[in-house]
């Protein structure tokens, strides 16, 4: 049997890229316990068999499976890689070699336990590579060595030795150790098989009926304990002492009681801070934003805070005009710049940058893992990216006060000082899509995927090989879903001079990143996805949707942090090299969940999966048909969002209602709002209590539910502006201090303090709030069950007038005359009543008369 191959210094020296000193090597493992001590088994990785040209399979085969390689190589392979060198563990063999070419074997069967073995002797090789012959007369007396046969000897018996045995059977044996009782009991000859009578009887009545049998000792009867199991441990003698105990005792209890080293000037400055106290419960106005350098009437599309920089916050606006507007006003539109805007807190007046875009952005997303990467949608159908790394200085600075620390005091306006640089800041673009390959209208979501996972073309969910967040989902109203993927795509081919040359003649702006412009104009979905109606020709229109992995992105705040402040240091930023990990093998995920909503803008809201499927009769990939689909709201869905706190519940607003649903559970909505009096517009989970969620209305209200208060309706309204809300989003800034960001149709965005009531959950509140959702999940069932119950009662009904009605056509011809002879003597029965209570007949005349019939 082989030994076992000593992997673990090998990976030692590969994680910590360190060379031991020449006194702490190891001595290198060789084959000497299976008679070959020359052999010593080696491990080598696919980057070595491509430098030494040993390939598995292609340099070395089954017939051909040895290499000769030179000394001078390895000593090479030594100065580059150093311990990382799959020939470290055998150096001490190689420079003792005494020739210069060794002899490495590939090992197929791993007969000494890795993939190659090194041979380190030059008699070793040339018994390897020149086996001797043997003799002829060896070979004879080979082929006459009788084989050897297996000859029974069947067992021989033994007298039985006594070794203490039976004393053992006869100790555990049981035996008689008292006495045994006998009873006689006779009756009299003449009383069998007489007959018995019991009856009742007093037994207090009667004299000695009642005998009392009360438990005593007996002398005759003892119980003695033969065996008893005690378990034992030793332990050492314990003492008590005390010096000082009630002192020390008071300290430690003042110390739980309140923190000593508390400052109560500082802590009292934050409570006066915060506005309002503990019993408000509506929302304060904090600071507003407006656009007074624009020319044209703006409304705000979409709302982002700044995951890293507080007191950042970004929002695209666009023209509010209709479709036909658009269309008359298309040359005077494209003199309007389309922007992002940056706002801070330290400025309300002038946006501290500017992104620009080819047409109006209507959503877009910060990337997860680096701050600094912008992902948005346009009116036209395409994706923008941008890159504002070379701008990040300049937005950290703006915080108040100038300071570069987490904890910032954020100050009402009046006391806010004007900064002396106040020049507007345009950045464009690095990339846009194709629009010949892309979204045909308007994108209304974009969502970055998480850097768990990445996705191929047929949906297919594997290990991310970046690390970072690459892949982007967006959703438009050509009624189709794409996937991005920010990499590219093809390896690099060499280009002829001529084409090199052109490309060196057109100069790329200096202000614009290269980070994506291997994307620009070029850059094609990786796959789409149709959400088909079915028989129909027609396709469901999405507006909003949310992926499993949505909530996760809540919690990745410290992770985006951590990695900003590496970049900071110097090291180099992943996204500047994004062709580096797509040489690494995808490895498949199992048990991933591949299945997301979808709000449409029928009011639909839908749960499918973005796998692709083959076409039995086509045999092309297609998109599955929906798992569920419901109608529950009256008008386009403007939110599909998954709660911060219960990974598999959504809310869903659009039209007038609202409606929190479960994943998994097919029957329908746990909560569903009856209409309200105006139509709801926008809506957002609160980011800290669990049973608390926001809705805009387009009256300029916003509804605020408690599902702790209240479950059919909102726990209060309050006005915000005078139009429609457009978008919601709340931010936390401290554990003490909330925000929440409402835009509205006329471009003003709106900063509002959460107060204390809507941002610190009760005791329990997230378990009494996943009770809630599960007894709504039990009554779901039980209506279902209910349904079930109906419907079989309806249909045994139908079957048993079905089968009335099969009677009466079987009915015989006589029971048909007897019935119609039935119904008109009764006929005639109420004839004459009615003319004798008339008056009109008779007595005599009435019998005459049946007498005639």
């Keep these: 049997m082989a030994p076992k191959p000593q992997k673990r210094k090998r990976t030692k020296h590969a994680k910590t890229k360190m060379p031991l000193p020449v006194a702490e090597e190891a001595e290198p493992l060789n084959m000497e316990s299976m008679g070959h001590p020359e052999i010593y088994p080696l491990v080598l990785t696919t980057k070595t068999q491509e430098i030494f040209n040993c ?59 890795l993939n190659f073995y090194l041979i380190g002797t030059e008699e070793g090789k040339e018994n390897y590579l020149n086996p001797p012959e043997l003799p002829e007369e060896q070979e004879e007396y080979k082929d006459h060595i009788p084989e050897e046969t297996y000859i029974y000897k069947p067992p021989i018996s033994k007298p039985w030795v006594s070794l203490g045995s039976e004393k053992e059977i006869e100790e555990e044996s049981v035996k008689e150790s008292t006495k045994q009782i006998t009873y006689m009991i006779s009756r009299k000859r003449s009383e069998f098989g007489a007959p018995i009578k019991f009856s009742d009887q007093n037994a ?60 109560d000037w500082k802590c009292l400055a934050e409570e006066e801070g915060t506005f309002g106290d503990k019993t408000d419960t509506h929302l304060k106005e904090y600071q507003s934003f407006t656009d007074l350098h624009s020319l044209t009437e703006k409304m705000i599309t979409c709302v982002s805070w700044h995951p ?151 949906g297919n ?40 040359k052109k490309e060196e003649s057109i100069e790329i702006p200096f202000d614009i990143p290269s980070t994506f412009l291997h994307l620009d104009l070029s850059w094609k979905p990786l796959s789409k996805i149709r959400l088909s109606k079915g028989e129909t020709t027609l396709d469901h229109c999405p507006t909003k949707l949310s992926l499993s992995e949505d909530n996760l992105l809540y919690k990745a705040q410290e992770k985006i942090l951590a990695q900003s402040k590496a970049v900071k240091a110097g090291e180099m930023n992943p996204y500047q090299n994004l062709e580096n990990a797509l040489n690494n093998i995808l490895k498949p995920i199992d048990d991933f969940c591949t299945k997301f909503f979808v709000g449409t803008e ?70 569903q709002s009856c209409c309200a009096p105006k139509r709801y517009t926008s809506g957002h989970w609160s980011l800290t209590r669990p049973g608390v969620f926001y809705i ?97 009662e309806r249909r045994e009904m139908e079957l048993e007038l079905e089968k009335k009605k099969v009677k009466t056509f079987q009915k015989s011809k006589e029971q048909l005359e007897a019935e119609l002879k039935m119904d008109y003597e009764s006929y005639l029965e109420l004839e004459k009543n009615i003319l004798s209570n008339l008056g009109l007949t008779k007595v005599k005349d009435s019998k005459s008369y049946m007498e005639f019939i």
């Design 55 to 113: 390939r598995v399979d292609e340099d070395v085969t089954e017939e051909q499976p040895y290499k000769l390689i030179k000394k001078e190589d390895i000593f090479a392979d030594f100065a580059n890689r150093a311990a990382v060198s799959d020939f470290y563990p055998v150096k001490k063999i190689v420079q003792e070699y005494p020739g210069d070419e060794l002899l490495l074997v590939y090992d197929r069967d791993f007969k000494y336990g």
């Design 204 to 263: 207090s009545s009667v004299k000695d009926a009642y005998i009392e049998c009360t438990a005593y000792p007996d002398k005759n009867f003892t119980l003695k304990q033969l065996e008893r199991d005690v378990g034992m441990q030793v332990v050492p003698q314990i003492k008590e002492t005390s010096t000082q105990t009630r002192c020390v005792e008071i300290a430690l209890q003042q110390n739980e009681i309140m923190n000593t080293f508390i400052h």
């Design 308 to 458: 890293v920089i507080y007191g950042l916050i970004a929002v695209s606006v666009a023209v509010r005009l209709s479709f036909e507007e658009r269309v008359h006003f298309s040359g005077k539109l494209l003199l309007q710049p389309s922007l992002i805007l940056f706002w801070s807190f330290s400025d309300p007046i002038h946006p501290q940058l500017m992104l620009e875009s080819p047409d109006d952005i209507f959503c877009f997303q910060f990337c997860p893992t680096d701050p600094n990467i912008i992902a948005g949608g346009c009116i036209n159908g395409q994706v923008v990216m941008w890159d504002i790394t070379a701008h990040a200085d300049r937005i950290e600075n703006i915080k108040a006060g100038g300071s570069r620390s987490k904890k910032v005091t954020l100050k009402p306006m009046f006391l806010l000082e004007p900064e002396s640089n106040k020049e507007e800041m345009y950045i464009r673009h690095c990339a846009v899509s194709s629009i010949e390959s892309g979204h045909r209208k308007v994108i209304t979501d974009i969502h970055w995927l998480p850097d768990t996972f990445e996705i191929n073309r047929l």
């Design 461 to 500: 969910v594997f290990e991310n090989r970046s690390g970072i967040s690459c892949q982007l989902v967006t959703c438009s109203a050509d009624c189709t879903i794409c996937f991005w993927d920010i990499r590219p795509q093809k390896a690099v081919t060499p280009q002829p001079q001529a084409e090199k």
């Design 602 to 671: 029928e009011g639909e809201v839908i749960y499918t999966d973005w796998k692709m499927e083959r076409d039995p009769e086509t045999g092309r990939f297609m998109t599955k048909k929906p798992v569920s689909l419901y109608t529950v709201h009256d008008g386009a869905v403007h939110t599909v969002q998954r709660s911060p706190f219960y990974k598999d519940i959504i809310l869903t607003v659009g039209g007038w209602n609202v409606a929190i649903w479960k994943e998994g559970i097919m029957t329908g909505p746990l909560l």
């Design 696 to 792: 805009g209305r387009e009256d300029g209200y916003i509804d605020i539910w408690d599902l702790l208060e209240k479950t059919h309706e909102p726990a209060q309204s309050q006005n915000i502006c005078i139009t429609m809300i457009m978008y919601i989003k709340p931010w936390t800034f401290s554990a003490k201090q909330q925000f929440i960001a409402i835009a509205d149709y006329y471009g003003t965005l709106h900063i509002l303090e959460i107060p204390w009531t809507l941002s610190h959950p009760s005791t329990n509140e997230v378990s009494s709030i996943s009770h809630y959702f599960e007894r709504e999940v039990k009554h779901l069932e039980y209506v279902e069950q209910r349904k079930n119950i109906r419907e079989q």
